[in-house]
């Protein structure tokens, strides 16, 4: 079983380091991944993942906000 994923994180070195990870991790396949929980918001209703890797520090709209607008479907493991 293969679980998608996106990662949004507004450093682009944690950015970096999440998707290689997930790139060594075999059950896991990148979506796509994102600097803005703003620019992620659409996407994560229209093709909701079934994980999220989410920062919970980010300048426009934080992590802990951005996880209440996530589907149910969606689970969230926090990242800092």
Known sequence: ???SCFIIDDEPLALGLLENYVSKT???QLTVKFSSAIAASSAVNNTPPDVIFLDIQMAELS???FARLVPEKSKVIFTT
């Open 26 to 28: 075999p059950f896991l």
């Open 63 to 65: 992590g802990m906000e």
């Open 1 to 3: 079983m293969t679980l």
